[in-house]
């Protein structure tokens, strides 16, 4: 007779492959009408279950680590952040931690570059136009943006996404610039001809776009602080796939209305699902273009997500080590 299942409790819908495989393989219990779990929800999935597939909408604080039963081992994240789990607190209470890296960094990039090119040569605007009767025929000065070949773009952040978008930027005739913790291997900096700035500030200084590709975390909370953006010059561009956190929204909204900078392209905003009616108006107006952070919306993303959170509840609950732990050191 097999090992009983372990109760599984996953907090959104998930591709229906995934789903499949889960039920197959675990207890799991399914959100099929993907209705965002509240907090006593959540405290009652971690009360009764063995693992918990939380997704990065769900906060899954100290608060509510501390209500888990016994036998709630594991919380295994469908996303490649956690800065939506407190990994201390789940450690001290002796859950571990595993996250999805690695699958969502050329769906990230790529939405990255497309919207370096939405907001450097107005696309959204241009894609209102037609339906909006406003097109009466080609004309030399309407609709002008800039040409991003030969500009210097500084990456903030420079791990796996970060260079993957180096990649895509090379392609397209920018000069590549960033910032990080440290060096990259001097072999990724030779094939990128990247230029290493240790200091934000600097860098920030010299950039006609900047992209904002490092983790969320308590060291890069307002990374870009209202005193950092200014040192943004006029014409450059912001863009943000990493998290809303990382830069100061309410400063960068007053840049933009005042003109202080060309225009931004942001996916992720800083008190999500809430957007800045500011923005919104910003974005009517034709000097932001936002997403509703679809950075990893792809079918094949979700997908390898999903199996990546297979793998580690497997082998999590086989006795081993899962292959993608989190530790509070690694934040």
């Known amino acids: 007779?097999?090992?009983?299942?372990?109760?599984?409790?996953?907090?959104?819908?998930?591709?229906?492959?995934?789903?499949?495989?889960?039920?197959?393989?675990?207890?799991?219990?399914?959100?099929?009408?993907?209705?965002?779990?509240?907090?006593?929800?959540?405290?009652?999935?971690?009360?009764?279950?063995?693992?918990?597939?939380?997704?990065?909408?769900?906060?899954?604080?100290?608060?509510?680590?501390?209500?888990?039963?016994?036998?709630?081992k594991l919380i295994a994240n469908f996303g490649n952040g956690v800065d939506n789990i407190d990994v201390s607190a789940a450690l001290g209470r002796g859950v571990t931690v595993t996250n999805t890296p690695g699958v969502l960094t050329e769906d990230t990039a790529d939405m990255t570059m497309a919207l370096v090119l939405a907001v450097a040569r107005r696309v959204v605007e241009g894609a209102k136009a037609i339906p909006a009767g406003e097109w009466t025929g080609w004309t030399p000065t309407w609709m002008l943006g800039r040409r991003i070949t030969g500009k210097r773009l500084g990456i903030v952040g420079m791990g796996r996404i970060g260079q993957a978008v180096a990649r895509r930027a090379k392609a397209f005739g920018l000069q590549i610039h960033y910032h990080n913790r440290r060096h990259v291997a001097s072999a990724i900096e030779e094939a990128l001809d990247a230029t290493y700035w240790e200091s934000l500030d600097q860098m920030l200084a010299r950039m006609d776009i900047v992209s904002v590709n490092c983790p969320h975390t308590p060291a890069t909370y307002h990374l870009l602080s209202a005193r950092r953006l200014k040192y943004l010059r006029p014409h450059a561009i912001l863009i943000n796939t990493a998290r809303g956190e990382i830069i100061d929204e309410n400063a960068l909204t007053r840049m933009l209305e005042l003109g202080e900078l060309a225009g931004a392209g942001l996916d992720v905003f800083e008190h999500e699902p809430a957007v800045s009616p500011k923005l919104i108006k910003l974005a009517n107006a034709g000097k932001?273009?936002?997403?509703?952070?679809?950075?990893?919306?792809?079918?094949?993303?979700?997908?390898?997500?999903?199996?990546?959170?297979?793998?580690?509840?497997?082998?999590?609950?086989?006795?081993?080590?899962?292959?993608?732990?989190?530790?509070p050191t690694m934040l």
Do not use: W, Y
Not at 291 to 306: C, F, K, N, Q, Y
């Open 1 to 72: 007779m097999g090992r009983k299942k372990p109760l599984v409790v996953v907090t959104r819908k998930l591709p229906d492959v995934v789903e499949t495989r889960m039920c197959e393989l675990f207890d799991a219990r399914l959100n099929i009408d993907d209705k965002p779990m509240s907090r006593s929800e959540l405290a009652e999935a971690m009360r009764l279950a063995e693992v918990l597939v939380p997704t990065v909408t769900d906060r899954i604080d100290a608060e509510l680590i501390a209500t888990a039963g016994e036998q709630m």
């Open 288 to 327: 932001v273009t936002l997403l509703p952070h679809m950075g990893s919306a792809t079918t094949e993303g979700r997908v390898d997500m999903g199996e990546k959170v297979i793998i580690n509840v497997k082998t999590f609950m086989d006795g081993h080590r899962p292959p993608d732990r989190v530790l």
